[in-house]
């Protein structure tokens, strides 16, 4: 389920607490974004335990430094999940070339290559999961279950314009998710 | 096609959506009113035409209005008089015979297609041009629009066709049509991904261990914060039906089973209305706020909360459960050291507000597991630490219940006996229960009985989610003794 967008202010207030070192603020913030912190993660390791390593991390970098979010750049959200991005990442590329130098099947390119799939993989889901609602739901229609536009529309009860509007579009910032440096979510608000 | 040409219409912004629908579904001209001269296919694509000629039997005309800008502009008989054409004859011609009965040019005009959807009128015969397919003529700017539709192959057959012809000659939308590709191949199933319920906990000590916090969490609130958090995971996986799967609420009534039949949704309204009991002594909103008469113990209220609201509960009781038990959290942590012996009431009794958070916590856990039978997931004991915590409360509560109950002549007199209560497993211990005296301390040497169970077996007789004849416990000594404190254990339970 995609957290409902949270107003700035629980951002804000959200900040204040973990700045006051308030216990119950940190839980608070795992409760709404354990789960995304987690399968991004896990979506670029594609491993249980180095995911769950990268969510402590994660969290426990934001307990720590609360202050270098700044809510004027975004929503706290969209820095959560650029913060794994980046974290989760750096994990892949250390344990990949880690293990290339010890002798490890692969060329450095096959590596990069690697870590670049994954970090696009990564961010195409944050992207999936903050596009607006009506764009998600045609994609989910068109894709998973292999409606065509036609029927898209009369499932989503709009005109077969606006479902391939909404097709197009989802797709348009989806591919989003290939522009390398970006921040997840970059376009996603769209 | 001249760039021109495409440039002009793809910056035609004038035709805006409703334009745009019009060319490409809303059935255009060929009405038997609007049959308008062979001549002016382009005329057509002006909004009135296209919404007038709704009332047409053949629909979808994708050809229709496209004559200027899409067949090589020349030959503007290519258009075979374009949609006119059959427009001229009674309307019931249907386009594709119209073209297909042109002079022998390849025909243009798209047969009908698909669109009976939209409007649930049967399509009209079409056995004659069904047999062969006709290639369908798009625009640039029609075309562009599908390519969101194309990449997901969720257009029709002469569709894709015709943007894969055009592919071969635009190539803005040729990389386009590459990029919204590539993107495609990125969707993928969610895994639904079982969170590790501990993590929640790993996350937290990690974290207070590099920093320290100012405002901690009171160690006799944590097994709340564990639990609610552990149910508002599950409640995040299950979908909207299975709000509404049955739970049957079952505790004991003085001498016997009782239960009584909620859903899913009406059992967070329990937990919602009851924790409520803490949330009013610690002065937060309470959430039966609106009752004029409030009611006090947790089954009147839970039963005035669901009377209340005309409709059963669904899922959108879910967040003011949530909110509510951050809130009782945040708040005792701030006033923690203060108030952990403050009262909670429960109508006819009072607990000390840190048992009743822990008495919360196990009624959020025992509740869960109703909850994950109703919808058939798996579900956990609490981690061995909380389970402990939970387990002594009730030990911690038996002497109590045992007097009320020998005062109903539900327990058997004696004097100043102990029973020792054995738990095995994870959180396991044991306790020497008085069973006579309410201030006693438990004493080995009067030990008359010794009751041995697992941990999550004996928390399940004091929820009333095993009986305490069926209980698999472990008997050594005065069966009276054991039968009293068994049986007091399952009164333990409510609603």
């Known amino acids: 389920m995609a957290t409902k967008d949270a107003p700035p202010r629980w951002d804000r207030k959200m900040q204040q607490r973990l700045a006051r070192g308030e216990a119950a603020a940190l839980g608070e913030l795992y409760d709404r974004f354990g789960s995304l912190v987690h399968s991004l993660a896990h979506r670029v390791l594609g491993d249980e335990t180095a995911a769950d390593g990268i969510t402590r991390e994660v969290f426990a970098h934001v307990w720590e430094h609360p202050d270098t979010y700044d809510p004027k750049q975004g929503p706290l959200r969209s820095w959560v999940a650029a913060l794994t991005h980046r974290l989760a990442v750096q994990r892949l590329r250390a344990t990949e070339t880690a293990a290339l130098a010890q002798g490890g099947q692969g060329t450095t390119e096959e590596l990069e290559r690697k870590v670049r799939r994954a970090s696009v993989a990564a961010r195409a889901d944050y992207i999936v999961t903050s596009m607006p609602a009506p764009l998600r739901a045609a994609l989910e229609l068109a894709y998973f279950q292999r409606r065509d536009y036609r029927q898209t529309a009369v499932d989503l009860g709009v005109t077969e314009d606006e479902a391939r509007r909404r097709l197009r579009l989802g797709l348009q910032l989806l591919s989003t998710a290939h522009d390398a440096g970006a921040p997840p979510g970059a376009g996603g608000g769209a | ?495």
């Open chain 2, 1 to 495: 096609m001249t760039d021109a040409q495409r440039d002009g219409s793809e910056e035609y912004e004038g035709y805006g959506e409703g334009a745009e629908e019009g060319a490409a579904v809303v059935p255009v001209q060929g009405g038997p009113g609007s049959g308008g001269p062979p001549g002016e296919p382009g005329g057509s694509e002006d909004g009135g035409s296209a919404h007038g000629g709704s009332g047409n039997d053949h629909r979808v005309n994708y050809g229709s209005g496209n004559g200027g800008s899409v067949n090589d502009g020349g030959d503007g008989d290519g258009m075979q008089g374009g949609p006119g054409g059959p427009g001229g004859g009674p309307g019931g011609g249907s386009a594709s015979s119209g073209s297909v009965g042109g002079d022998g040019e390849p025909p243009r005009i798209p047969m009908p297609r698909a669109s009976v959807e939209d409007t649930g009128r049967p399509l009209p015969e079409l056995d004659a041009s069904e047999s062969r397919p006709v290639p369908l003529v798009l625009e640039h700017r029609v075309l562009k629009a599908l390519l969101g539709a194309w990449a997901l192959a969720a257009c029709s057959a002469e569709e894709t066709e015709a943007v894969e012809e055009h592919l071969g000659e635009c190539g803005a939308c040729a990389d386009e049509a590459l990029r919204l590709r590539g993107a495609v191949g990125l969707l993928h199933p969610v895994e639904p991904l079982d969170l590790d319920p501990g993590l929640r906990t790993r996350v937290l000590t990690g974290s207070f261990d590099r920093r320290p916090p100012r405002i901690p969490v009171p160690e006799w609130a944590t097994p709340y914060d564990a639990e609610t958090a552990r149910l508002d995971a599950l409640l995040q996986d299950i979908g909207d039906a299975e709000w509404h799967a049955p739970v049957r609420l079952r505790w004991f009534d003085g001498e016997g089973p009782t239960s009584r039949r909620t859903t899913v949704a009406g059992v967070i309204a329990h937990l919602l209305t009851v924790d409520g009991l803490v949330a009013a002594a610690l002065g937060l909103d309470d959430p039966l706020a609106g009752e004029v008469d409030k009611p006090a113990t947790p089954a009147s209220r839970t039963e005035a909360y669901w009377r209340a609201s005309y409709f059963p509960p669904t899922r959108s009781i879910r967040a003011p459960w949530r909110e509510q038990s951050h809130d009782i959290v945040r708040t005792v942590s701030f006033t923690g050291g203060t108030t952990g012996r403050l009262a909670v009431s429960y109508g006819d009794f009072e607990l000390p507000l840190h048992d009743a958070m822990l008495d919360r916590a196990f009624e959020c856990w025992v509740h869960a597991e109703d909850i994950a039978d109703a919808v058939d997931y798996p579900y956990e004991p609490p981690s061995p630490r909380y389970l402990n915590r939970m387990i002594d409360l009730a030990a911690r509560t038996l002497p109590a219940v045992l007097a009320e109950r020998r005062r109903h002549g539900l327990a058997s007199p004696g004097g100043g006996r102990s029973l020792r209560l054995e738990i095995e497993g994870h959180g396991g211990g044991e306790w020497l229960i008085p069973l006579d005296s309410l201030g006693a301390v438990g004493s080995a040497e009067r030990e008359v009985a010794h009751i041995a169970l697992d941990g999550v077996e004996f928390c399940h007789l004091a929820a009333e989610h095993v009986s305490p004849e069926d209980a698999a416990a472990g008997q050594l000594g005065d069966r009276g003794a054991i039968r009293d404190v068994l049986f007091a254990t399952a009164s333990l339970s409510r609603m």
